[in-house]
């Protein structure tokens, strides 16, 4: 049975070692199924899923995304909704690195997969899990239009300014070396929602979103475009992140290189993988650095405060960019989750005349105001829903919108 109130998006976010799927309706966001398949190529894997019956989980060997992707189906098969039952228009990618290329939502084709391969040296923790997701669905799914949605894309609209690096003409021309900017589905929706939250056309609002997750980036949005952002070529740039470091003097490897021997593979996956929290206190997940911190633990004191640093760096940087802020918005695990974090950055900013409401701050579930009303920014909770944007996007891309 496909009727018009069945359309669903099957949207797929794969990672590394991980595949996220949710069955989302594109006009509402609505969720009729969510899942996970967890440590795919590891020894003990995972595989959840989540529908109207309940959470399911099965602990399993997964070998590669191929399997992953037969679990999906398994999932809905056994435990629903039915995938035979809906009108599936699409399925809508996520795809980390888009480069110059994409600046919109765009119809996977074999050209689009051959960009998306040749980027890979720019995103290597994540486009291969992209491009691996996106040919296991491909099989998978064969009748369904396949839609990939760009993590840079809404950051093509930054100006030359702050898209550009001050190195070489070749580099910049010939090796395309420029900021390009992450996270910009989350950013788009976010910076969307604050302006319905402040009842104010979109046009009319400059936002800084903070989306703190285990990636983590600022962006800087003036009339519902992205001006700045702090993932650069790579999402290494910006913000401490849970296992890579954000901003470094660029002198760096060069030092290590004379110091220590240091190759650029191991700098490399140092930065991608070792630094960042990890890289201060052992542990790349921010609940664990809290519990640690509260137990007496200096580094992860210190991680803390590092972390809040850096947001400052940015929130800051950003207002002046600006000109003007009139919202400041925190997104994803950490941004959601941890009012601590929120309130460290909030009150440093007491001098520009931001007032944190503690009370709001502290019990802040889904979408909340934590600054007062008589606040000089208001800073708000925003649950980012990166699923919802790409089913809406995708869905619009087949002409399903
Ligand atoms: N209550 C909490 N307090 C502090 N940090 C939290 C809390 N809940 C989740 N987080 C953190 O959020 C981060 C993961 O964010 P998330 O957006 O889920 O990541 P991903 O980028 O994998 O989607 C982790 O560092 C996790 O510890
Ligand atoms: C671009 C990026 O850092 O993504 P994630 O936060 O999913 O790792
Ligand atoms: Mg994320």
Same mark, same amino acid.
């Given at each position: ?66 399997? /992953?992707?037969?679990? &999906? ?5 056994? %435990?629903? *909704?039915?995938?035979? =039952?809906?009108?599936? +228009? @699409? ?23 051959? /960009?998306?391969?040749? &980027? ?5 923790? %994540?486009? *291969?899990?992209?491009? =691996?997701?996106?040919? +296991? @669905? ?23 300014? /702050? ?239």
């Amino acid at each position: 049975m496909t009727t018009a109130h069945t359309r669903r998006v099957l949207v797929v976010n794969a990672g590394s070692s991980s595949l996220k799927y949710q069955l989302v309706d594109p006009d509402t966001g609505r969720s009729d199924a969510t899942g996970l398949v967890e440590r795919i190529g590891l020894p003990a894997g995972r595989a959840r899923h989540t529908c109207s019956s309940g959470t399911h989980v099965h602990e399993l060997t997964v070998p590669d995304h191929a399997r /992953a992707m037969e679990l &999906l189906r398994d999932a809905f098969a056994e %435990h629903g *909704p039915d995938l035979a =039952e809906v009108e599936l +228009v @699409a399925v809508g990618h996520r795809v980390v690195h888009g480069g110059a290329d994409f600046s919109e939502p765009t119809l996977i084709t074999p050209a689009v997969v051959d /960009a998306v391969r040749r &980027l890979i040296p720019l995103a290597p923790l %994540h486009n *291969p899990g992209n491009l =691996e997701g996106i040919e +296991v @669905a491909q099989r998978t799914f064969a009748d369904v239009p396949q839609v990939a949605v760009f993590d840079t894309a809404f950051h093509q609209t930054m100006p030359a300014e /702050a898209s550009t690096y001050a190195v070489p003409r070749a580099w910049r021309l010939q090796h395309r070396v420029r900021r390009y900017g992450f996270h910009g589905t989350s950013h788009a929706y976010v910076s969307r929602r604050v302006a319905e939250l402040l009842g104010r056309p979109v046009e009319e609002v400059r936002s800084v979103v903070l989306h703190l997750g285990n990636g983590a980036s600022a962006t800087a949005v003036d009339g519902g475009r992205s001006v700045d952002t702090s993932m650069g070529l790579t999402p290494l740039e910006g913000l401490v992140m849970g296992t890579r470091p954000g901003d470094l003097d660029p002198g760096l490897p060069r030092h290590l290189a004379e110091v220590a021997g240091i190759s650029v593979e191991d700098y490399d996956r140092a930065l991608s993988k070792e630094s960042g929290l990890l890289g201060l206190t052992g542990s790349a997940d921010m609940r664990e650095v809290m519990e640690r911190r509260e137990a007496g633990d200096a580094d992860a004191a210190l991680a803390f405060d590092v972390v809040v640093h850096r947001l400052l760096h940015y929130v800051g940087g950003y207002a002046a960019v600006l000109g003007r802020l009139d919202a400041l918005a925190f997104t994803a695990g950490i941004g959601e989750h941890s009012p601590e974090i929120r309130a460290a950055v909030l009150s440093r900013l007491a001098g520009f005349g931001v007032e944190l409401d503690e009370a709001a701050n502290a019990s802040a579930d889904g979408e909340t105001l934590i600054t007062t009303p008589g606040s000089s920014v208001a800073a708000f909770v925003v649950p980012t829903n990166e699923e919802w944007e790409i089913a809406s996007q995708a869905a619009e891309v087949v002409g399903a919108g």
